[in-house]
């Protein structure tokens, strides 16, 4: 999850609506772009709804065609708060790569409108079934394959760097907005020092990771579900081809959606595996997460992705990665959620926090290194160090 914004996918009301321009002269500039498109995209103005919502100052609002061809998508981000230029960036390598990602029909760079295909109308999110873990397991599996296209396509250079001054501004948003904002923690003396030298193992930890392309948020949230050729979980026979597509097939044009992709970096391959499978808003048991991990990396391995020290033959090794990749991002997020909360007004989010202090605790239970940052976190939750502690769910 990148610093300022959340994906598309926040809860809205169930009837549709259509959009409000708090803006008056926006509004009227969206008029005038949209009655300069509408003739040349097919586009029923009338149909206008809001489709889904950010955290940051963008908005998507859902248009049909005339022709009954379907729906399209226009993004609305006011150019003073949001660049569009990397969305576009990274929406043509993700093409490349053979990802199912919008199309961009039209765009106004300068007052921040955009036209896209839609890829559907469900995430991933909705269709989890909680209580059946494996249930979900194709859909998981749909969104491992395109993670692997996406990695296999990466190239230094391309993106920007998910480097050390990157990954410490993530993680100061955790004592600056979380504890010390939220929780009303002094963050100096002891509780400095025990701060700085968990940052220090684990940014040197996910800093030796091999180097993809890094969506940031690739979660259930921000993957659009196309529909299964057969039952929920019916699987394909190992090695095949599968049937919605993959990177065996060549290309995902038809597979899992990819949406939220405009902060992508150039950094360490366990992130988007662990954003997967440690949800900002869902929790699985750890033999779950187990299961597609191992899949995901025999995925990898294939694709030649864990070649690094003795990650190709032992699994274990590159599991600890991935916890410790975890750990920053759960710790940023919880810093997040915390700064939505008390300076944007959304306190939905500071609800999950929880959650992460969960995921935080599970990891830094399982390292000797990281006892001082556990009991850290135990002090300020008010909470027993935990023994024996698995994920669960929270």
Not at 77 to 100: R, S, Y
Not at 132 to 160: C, E, F, K, M
Not at 192 to 199: C, G, H, M, S, V
Not at 335 to 340: N, P, S, V, Y
Request: charge should be negative.
């Amino acid at each position: 999850m990148s610093d300022h914004r959340l994906p598309p996918g926040a809860a809205l009301p169930s009837s549709p609506i259509a959009p409000v321009w708090a803006d008056p002269s926006r509004g009227l500039a969206f008029q005038a772009w949209l009655a300069r498109e509408a003739p040349v995209h097919g586009l029923a103005p009338a149909s206008l709804r809001i489709a889904s919502a950010d955290a940051s100052f963008r908005r998507y609002i859902r248009i049909d065609r005339h022709d009954g061809a379907g729906s399209l998508v226009i993004m609305d981000a006011p150019p003073a708060q949001e660049n569009c230029a990397p969305f576009v960036h990274v929406a043509g390598l993700m093409q490349a790569a053979g990802l199912n990602v919008p199309r961009i029909l039209a765009w106004d760079e300068a007052q921040g409108f955009m036209l896209m295909s839609d890829l559907g109308p469900q995430t991933l999110m909705e269709l989890i079934d909680r209580e059946h873990p494996q249930a979900n397991l194709p859909r998981y599996l749909q969104a491992t394959d395109a993670l692997i296209a996406w990695q296999r396509a990466s190239a230094p250079g391309v993106l920007p760097p998910y480097d050390e001054a990157l990954l410490r501004r993530e993680l100061a948003l955790f004592p600056d907005w979380y504890l010390a904002r939220h929780k009303g923690v002094a963050v100096e003396g002891k509780t400095r020092e025990t701060l700085d030298k968990a940052f220090d193992v684990i940014v040197a930890r996910t800093l030796a990771a091999p180097s993809v392309y890094v969506h940031r948020d690739f979660m259930p949230r921000n993957l659009i579900a196309p529909t299964l050729p057969a039952a929920r979980d019916s699987l394909p026979p190992e090695g095949a081809v599968p049937p919605w597509g993959g990177p065996a097939a060549g290309r995902l044009g038809a597979g899992i959606g990819v949406l939220d992709f405009q902060d992508a970096v150039y950094g360490p391959v366990t992130y988007d595996i662990a954003s997967l499978m440690r949800d900002a808003f869902l929790s699985w048991e750890e033999d779950f997460v187990l299961d597609v991990t191992i899949r995901y990396w025999e995925k990898a391995r294939k694709a030649g992705l864990m070649d690094f020290e003795d990650w190709h033959s032992d699994f274990g090794a590159f599991y600890r990665a991935v916890e410790w990749m975890g750990l920053q991002r759960h710790l940023k997020v919880a810093g997040i959620f915390a700064r939505l909360t008390l300076r944007d007004g959304k306190p939905r989010y500071l609800a999950d926090a929880p959650r992460f202090i969960g995921y935080i605790r599970a990891t830094a239970s399982r390292y000797r290194e990281l006892t001082p940052l556990l009991r850290l976190i135990d002090e300020v939750e008010g909470l027993q160090a935990a023994t024996g502690y698995a994920f669960g769910r929270i």
